[in-house]
């Protein structure tokens, strides 16, 4: 069972458009993060959302943690080649837990 | 070098061989993982270890064995290969705190024929 589903699962744009990518579950999470892998590497860390209602900015991504923590968006402002990648939001269940649960990952490419 | 390495970066076995996917790491993280990663699943837990000899079975252990001697390494091994298990393996590493934040190896890339 997949508790994070993410949507969509591939996004093709051009380079200066904006999107959004949302992550979403049934579930409440104490904290979730984002992260980007590009192509043969591992996933690196965006960010990580704390709090329901929080907003982040990160250049020209902005990440938020849904009102009753069981969901996150990530939009992206301008989109730029260099954003190519997979998107994976994590969940943690409780701040002390051992585990995250990934999403199913969003697959972006930006074409100039 | 300082970080999280993973050897091979690709292997290709034969099914039914024993084959071990090796994971270093130089931080002194207390936590390890091992993931796999496959399209439509993003990355699915196989096991990980909270300290030197202590592991515990992720979301899908089955045919899978791990071992932790030592806090930096944390090697990963297929028993009996199975076509099933063709995938990108990654191993990651955390302190405990700072909301888990994961540090990711390169991956190693399987093939078993």
């Known amino acids: 069972t997949q508790l994070l589903e993410q949507s969509p699962q591939f996004l093709s744009i051009q380079e200066g458009e904006n999107l959004t990518v949302y992550c979403n579950s049934s579930?409440?999470?104490?904290?979730l993060q984002w992260y980007r892998q590009e192509p043969g590497e591992g996933p690196v860390l965006l960010v990580t959302?704390?709090?329901?209602?929080e907003v982040k900015k990160l250049k020209r991504l902005t990440f938020q943690f849904g009102d009753a923590r069981k969901d996150s968006s990530l939009h992206i402002t301008a989109a730029q080649p260099g954003d190519t990648g997979l998107y994976l939001c994590?969940?943690?269940?409780?701040?002390?837990?051992?585990?995250?649960?990934f999403g199913t990952g969003t697959r972006l490419q930006v074409f100039p | 070098d300082a970080g999280i390495t993973q050897s091979p970066r690709y292997k290709i076995t034969e099914t039914g061989r024993q084959v071990t996917l090796m994971c270093h790491q130089t931080?002194?993280?207390?936590?390890m993982f091992w993931y796999r990663q496959d399209l439509g699943h993003g990355l699915r837990l196989i096991y990980y270890?909270?300290?030197?000899?202590?592991?515990d079975k992720g979301e899908v252990p089955d045919g899978y064995v791990v071992s932790r001697s030592k806090t930096e390494n944390f090697p990963l091994t297929l028993e009996s290969a199975t076509r099933s298990q063709t995938s990108v393996y990654f191993c990651?590493?955390?302190?405990?705190?700072?909301?888990?934040?994961?540090?990711f190896g390169p991956g190693t890339r399987l093939t078993v024929l």
């Open positions: 270890s909270a300290a030197a000899d202590i592991t």
């Open positions: 994590a969940g943690a269940k409780t701040y002390n837990t051992d585990k995250l649960i």
């Open positions: 990651a590493s955390t302190w405990r705190g700072n909301y888990n934040e994961q540090f």
């Open positions: 931080w002194s993280h207390s936590y």
């Open positions: 579930s409440v999470f104490s904290s």
């Open positions: 959302v704390v709090t329901g209602g």
